[in-house]
């Protein structure tokens, strides 16, 4: 089957350009063809803050950077080169209704389904405006892929003749499980970008409700702060914390990852806001239990009591009394973790079958 796909890959950092990577990567292991047109430009400097990739890195990659966010002739040039292989469907990964206008174009021009891999309803901070604009795009849809049912029920009533695929999110990276060191200390791991949403601050709070209950525990923040870090490194010297909190301020690599995954006795997720998380997977892949808080679609992907635990939001003691919870019984998360997500191949042929269908 010939296929198109229109979205961030590598180069582009983050889990979405994997995300997308390790899909179109199973598409072509089923045997299909998949043409790839990537962003040179996603977002305006205001918006995006965070690592963009540099032409000569754009030039390597195993896609076709076109496309410029403010430029409606790299658009035109796009649109033709993917018409002219006469795609039986465009795949388009739904993020940020910023791009709404990019993907409704692409959708008018190319005479084939159009499947929206749903990541996100909303921007996570910033005015809401983006499920108007979903829903408009979604009107042309053939096939929505999502990876949690609250994403979903955010949409409300879909048009008819859509067809919905809900299917767990896979890891994004090869990491593999290892066994828990041995504590105390234990170690706590946040990994990802760092912004408010993502609560890194409720997490630093926590930690000093830890200790000042006696747990012996150190956190590691590792990940691109689009917050100044300043005010991170503030609050952590505010709550002498300096010897029991770690930062790495950066993109962080996959065997970096590793070895971060092999020394954390527990990933946490304190965001504050939430559709899934990427994240999540990773810690199971790597054989790690997850402390997440309730929000979106979060409950379904850690199972409490069975792949961790879960906190209120916004709720620093809270996160730390669901922490002490799993630390309680990390063997038996650990285990249960080690079975919670899908495979690559489970989330493209759910997709084909959509495609195939139509």
Request: proline fraction near 7%.
């Amino acid at each position: 089957m010939q296929l198109a796909f229109l979205g961030p890959v590598s180069p582009h950092r983050g889990g979405i350009a994997q995300h997308s990577s390790n899909l179109i990567e199973a598409l072509v292991a089923l045997g299909h063809s998949v043409d790839v047109v990537t962003w040179r430009r996603q977002y305006p400097g205001i918006v995006y803050r965070g690592y963009r990739p540099t032409e000569s890195e754009l030039d390597r990659a195993n896609a076709v950077a076109l496309i410029d966010w403010n430029s409606p002739r790299s658009w035109r040039i796009a649109a033709r080169r993917l018409a002219a292989r006469e795609p039986r469907a465009l795949i388009v990964p739904w993020v940020t209704p910023l791009q709404a206008p990019v993907y409704r174009y692409f959708g008018s021009r190319l005479d084939c389904q159009l499947a929206v891999l749903l990541h996100n309803t909303e921007m996570h901070e910033g005015p809401r405006f983006g499920r108007g604009l979903l829903r408009q795009a979604l009107a042309r849809a053939s096939v929505v892929l999502t990876h949690s049912h609250y994403n979903l029920a955010q949409l409300g009533d879909l048009p008819g003749g859509i067809e919905v695929k809900v299917v767990p999110h896979p890891p994004n990276l090869s990491l593999h499980a290892s066994p828990i060191p041995a504590g105390p200390r234990y170690s706590l791991l946040f990994l990802g970008f760092v912004r408010p949403y993502k609560g890194v601050m409720d997490l630093i709070e926590a930690t000093k409700l830890l200790l000042v209950e006696g747990f012996d525990v150190r956190t590691v923040i590792a990940g691109e702060f689009w917050d100044p870090v300043d005010k991170y490194h503030d609050r952590i010297q505010a709550l002498e914390l300096h010897d029991r909190v770690e930062i790495h301020d950066g993109f962080v690599e996959q065997a970096f990852m590793q070895a971060l995954l092999e020394s954390a006795h527990i990933v946490v997720l304190p965001y504050r806001s939430a559709t899934q998380s990427g994240v999540a997977p990773l810690a199971f892949a790597a054989g790690r239990s997850v402390v997440a808080t309730a929000v979106g679609g979060l409950p379904e992907q850690v199972e409490a009591g069975v792949a961790g635990e879960l906190a209120l939001p916004n709720h620093p003691k809270s996160l730390a009394q669901a922490i002490k919870r799993a630390l309680g019984r990390l063997d038996a998360l650990s285990e249960g973790a080690r079975g919670a997500s899908s495979t690559w191949k489970e989330v493209a042929t759910a997709l084909l079958a959509s495609i195939s269908r139509k």
